[in-house]
């Protein structure tokens, strides 16, 4: 899970830097993503415990022990097939409900934060107040150059602070963590807020000098503020723009996203078809003769359709025609390939929803998939503990991860179905848990050189003969 969260880390910190974000959110936004890693962690997470666990069972003759006891191997994974298959559920459900919710938070958050720029909190002609404690405006702004500033300094309460300056420039802290105001001819004033008067028993207001305003007011040639970002506020984007999303959908919804899809799609292309249809010169004169014909017009408006042959009509006519024939091509042509890219996008969309469909199962089944690779492995091998297993589990695991991505990839690019793509690695690495199994419960040597020596000699002896 560290390693996953390190890479989305990795992936997204040009966004995250620089930007003033505070700890909270960064720790927010850590913790959603976390939730969609989960289903994606599992599956190493259960290779690598199922090989530890066997291989110290093995290691240590325990496996043996049970062995010669009468248990088999199925018998003696019975339980925890049972808690494999418990957790392979439990993670389906996670993926289909708590997933989707995840990740829309995040995608909102991460929206947010990719579209948070310092340059937006100066808005020219309007006070700001997303800097907490400060109201900020400014006549005009142009790459980080103000004039006419007026900053209102409200972060002491007892104090009202007011500075003016004809121009300046906006910069921030390497760090992202300051903002600085770089003022140039200005002044800047304070006064004390008033307080709360009191009176003496003849009724006469007591003169403390507690009660009027204390104001001091300096001028300056060039004055450098500088501003907290923690207080930055990012404003927070409607989740439901992501809502419709393929990735904050569960299997159900997806579903219906689908066949939602397929009609739209079913309808803009018959609509298509018929405008092409009627838009031809051939099928908009026979329409118009057909209604004219079962028209009442028809009795009153004498229409005899005439065959114009093209050899027959004169130069002017020719090129009039020929002119309005290439013009009606072109139209068609850019109609016909702006209907390829609308229809490409529909694919496109549909194959995205279908890949999210599958993705949940595939996942979910490759636990219980890499258990059976990694629990009869462990008993092969007979080494525990955190050394050859982990290197074992890691080289697993990325056989599988490669494989997954391949066919993701695959399904995307839409070289091979949906259902191929997202069950390619799950389906190739079957047969190994199968051969494990078999080879662990019946003791063969499957990881013994001399054995595949002798297959080899008699596979050679009988090619001779």
Do not use: C
Not at 77 to 96: C, D, E, R
Not at 298 to 325: G, S, Y
Not at 390 to 398: H, R
């Amino acid at each position: 899970m560290f390693i996953l969260i390190l890479q989305f880390l990795w992936k997204y910190i040009d966004d995250l830097m620089g930007k003033g974000i505070s700890i909270a959110i960064i720790l927010e936004l850590l913790f959603y993503v976390s939730a969609s890693l989960i289903p994606l962690a599992l599956p190493l997470a259960i290779l690598l415990s199922s090989i530890m666990t066997f291989g110290n069972l093995s290691e240590h003759n325990e496996l043996t022990a049970l062995k010669s006891s009468g248990l088999s191997l199925y018998r003696i994974m019975k339980p925890l097939i049972v808690v494999v298959i418990f957790i392979a559920t439990g993670t389906f459900y996670f993926s289909n409900y708590v997933i989707p919710v995840s990740t829309l938070k995040w995608h909102s958050l991460i929206y947010d934060i990719q579209n948070t720029k310092i340059s937006t909190i100066i808005k020219p002609g309007v006070f700001s107040k997303q800097l907490d404690g400060y109201a900020i405006k400014v006549k005009k702004e142009e790459n980080n150059t103000v004039e006419d500033i007026l900053i209102y300094d409200h972060t002491d309460p007892n104090k009202i602070k007011t500075i003016r300056a004809k121009k300046g420039r906006i910069y921030k802290a390497n760090n992202g963590k300051y903002i600085f105001f770089e003022l140039i001819d200005g002044n800047q004033s304070e006064e004390l807020n008033p307080q709360v008067p009191t009176f003496l028993p003849n009724g006469q207001i007591h003169q403390n000098i507690e009660n009027y305003r204390k104001a001091t007011q300096t001028a300056f040639t060039k004055s450098t503020i500088k501003i907290d970002l923690s207080g930055f506020s990012i404003d927070k984007t409607d989740e439901n723009m992501f809502k419709q999303e393929y990735e904050m959908l569960n299997v159900f919804q997806m579903k219906v996203a689908i066949d939602s899809i397929q009609k739209n799609a079913d309808k803009t292309t018959n609509n298509f078809l018929n405008s092409l249809k009627n838009d031809h010169l051939f099928f908009a004169a026979k329409k118009f003769s057909k209604d004219l014909k079962n028209s009442s017009l028809n009795k009153l408006i004498p229409f005899d359709a005439k065959e114009i042959i093209f050899d027959t009509v004169n130069t002017n006519d020719k090129i009039l025609a020929l002119t309005n024939t290439s013009i009606r091509l072109r139209q068609k042509n850019d109609n016909l390939n702006a209907q390829k890219e609308f229809m490409s996008t529909i694919d496109f969309s549909m194959i995205q929803f279908a890949v999210s469909f599958h993705k949940k199962f595939a996942l979910s089944f490759a636990i219980i998939v890499l258990f059976f690779v990694g629990a009869p492995l462990g008993a092969i091998i007979k080494k525990g503990g955190f050394g050859a297993p982990v290197v074992i589990a890691a080289l697993l695991f990325m056989v599988y991860f490669v494989l997954f991505s391949v066919g993701e990839s695959l399904a995307e690019e839409q070289i091979v179905s949906p259902f191929v793509g997202m069950w390619f690695a799950t389906l190739t690495l079957t047969p190994f848990a199968f051969l494990f199994m078999i080879s662990a419960a019946n003791d063969s040597p499957i990881f013994n050189k001399e054995s595949y020596q002798k297959v080899w000699k008699a596979i050679s002896f009988k090619k001779k003969k």
